[in-house]
């Protein structure tokens, strides 16, 4: 009886001990911070953008055997204007960022016990000189300029930012695949911009292998004060619609007017 109650007592414990580690995994909002060398090793701050703030290194670094079946769709929220075929952003104006995850196929199904479908994406937008270029900014609360040195408790948003804030991390919430944040420009004369990103498709075994993965980059132009908001789409047909509508208008008050011969 005693031999039975304390193998089950051991059971329990190294149970408990486990099973919080292997389902937190990389997925706890502390481990991107958290030292590679730790008891739970952690990204020591290095996001896995692709950037030079995280010295290059990208999700795919970690997350090995990807398919490449997904894709990653970022919009801008007002559009930014096309010059010499890059978007550009214009000085000051503050960006929201929608971001989409496209062709999930892991983790949707066969979950096991104490493991949850995770997807993940993390962004940075850097100087040509590889410094975190205007003020980022999560839909939790934080931002490049206000940012704490812990991770939030709870996240209350998408997204995320903490300790250094030189990137927008996806909350980690289970089934997410869509994610939003802010950024604002940096004033004219920064130079070229890029925006670096990653995201993964979790399988749900809460590892790095068997995932999949999409990391990019998006080259901007260098913001100009120049640059004037393109107009909302439409807004020229409405008028040309409009112009040619008067036209026959016009054409018959004036040959009403026309006198008799």
Sequence with gaps: MRTTLLIAVAGAA????L???????????????????GAQPGGSGIIGTGGALDHNVTCANCHMKAESKIDLKLDFLPAMPTVAGLP??????????????????????????????????????EDAGGKLAGVLASDSGQ????????????????????????????????????WTFSWTAPPAGAGP?????????GNCDMMSMDDDVKVGSIKMGAPM???????????????LAWAFGLLPLGLLISLRRRPRR
Excluded at 19 to 37: E, H, K, N, Q, V
Excluded at 95 to 123: D, I, K, W
Excluded at 155 to 161: A, D, E, Q, S, V
Excluded at 163 to 171: F, K, L, P, R
Aim: glycine letters at 10%; charged letters at 10%.
């Design 193 to 201: 911009l890029t925006l670096y990103y990653g995201a993964v498709d």
């Design 19 to 37: 099973i919080p580690a292997t389902s937190r995994a990389w997925d706890g909002p502390g481990l991107w911070y958290s030292p590679a060398a």
């Design 88 to 125: 550009t952003p214009m000085p000051g104006q503050k960006y929201q960022v929608s971001v989409q995850l496209t062709g999930e196929h892991l983790g949707l199904s066969a979950c096991a016990q104490y493991t949850s479908n995770v997807n993940n994406f993390a962004a940075t937008i």
């Design 143 to 178: 931002s490049s300029t206000s940012c704490p040195a812990s991770a939030p408790d709870p996240i209350n948003g998408t997204t995320f930012m903490y300790s250094d804030c030189h990137a927008v991390m996806a909350s980690g919430a289970p089934g997410m695949t869509a």
């Design 14 to 17: 190294l149970t408990a001990a």
């Design 225 to 239: 004060a120049s640059l004037t908001p393109a107009p909302a789409p439409g807004d020229g047909e409405r008028r």
